[in-house]
T-cell receptor
Framework: GAVVSQHPSWVICKSGTSVKIECRSLDFQATTMFWYRQFPKQSLMLMATSNEGSKATYEQGVEKDKFLINHASLTLSTLTVTSAHPEDSSFYIC?????????????FGQGTRLTVV | SQELEQSPQSLIVQEGKNLTINCTSSKTLYGLYWYKQKYGEGLIFLMMLQKGGEEKSHEKITAKLDEKKQQSSLHITASQPSHAGIYLCGADGSSGGGTSYGKLTFGQGTILTVHP
């Protein structure tokens, strides 16, 4: 149980275009989802916390207008990188926190590698 | 904010050797996760520790959390090439209140190479 699926696993886009990444909890409801970013040879850095039905909370230094997060249902959160530029190329990974017994830890998706050319 | 420091940053060992990776926190740990990652891939959950003095093992990997809950170690016995990868410790953002469960701060990672 507690599987999180992220889609796509990799994407290449042209500079200036927007890219949407999906994070789905497959067998549990996730009231909260977290989005992380990992640059090459660096650790994961939290970008934002996404709560179902409310606005996301962004970490300091993360542009909310550039990284749009939507958590419209208890099983899906999306991250849209708007007007992507080469410096946005990174590994994006989400995690989901469940309800009930699954409320005390988060389960990670497999990540999305974004390359902006 | 909480900071985690991992040591060493990289480690090269011969197959069959034992090794230890450490994770030190600037604040008391309320939940400490260990993950393994292949570069550019998702995280593989290894273990989670919450109680001071807690120790968990899975196959050849043992993780411990010290009594003061500010340091954790990951020990691999008789390493194999399959153990190679990046090991990350992550601290849960909860401070007993429950509102930050799952919000993790990660250490910088330890790159493990195991030579056959």
């Amino acid at each position: 149980g507690a599987v999180v699926s992220q889609h796509p696993s990799w994407v290449i886009c042209k500079s200036g275009t927007s890219v949407k990444i999906e994070c789905r909890s497959l067998d549990f409801q996730a009231t909260t989802m977290f989005w992380y970013r990992q640059f090459p040879k660096q650790s994961l850095m939290l970008m934002a916390t996404s709560n179902e039905g409310s606005k996301a909370t962004y970490e300091q230094g993360v542009e909310k207008d550039k990284f749009l997060i939507n958590h419209a249902s208890l099983t899906l959160s999306t991250l849209t990188v708007t007007s992507a530029h080469p410096e946005d190329s990174s590994f994006y990974i989400c995690s989901a926190r469940g309800t009930g017994k699954l409320n005390t830890e988060a389960f990670f998706g497999q990540g999305t590698r974004l390359t902006v050319v | 904010s909480q900071e985690l420091e991992q040591s060493p940053q990289s480690l090269i060992v011969q197959e069959g050797k034992n090794l230890t990776i450490n994770c030190t926190s600037s604040k008391t740990l309320y939940g400490l996760y260990w993950y393994k990652q292949k570069y550019g891939e998702g995280l593989i959950f290894l273990m989670m520790l919450q109680k001071g003095g807690e120790e968990k093992s899975h196959e050849k990997i043992t993780a411990k959390l010290d009594e003061k809950k500010q340091q954790s170690s990951l020990h691999i016995t008789a390493s194999q090439p399959s153990h190679a990868g990046i090991y990350l410790c992550g601290a849960d953002g909860s401070s007993g209140g429950g509102t930050s469960y799952g919000k993790l701060t990660f250490g910088q990672g330890t790159i493990l190479t195991v030579h056959p």
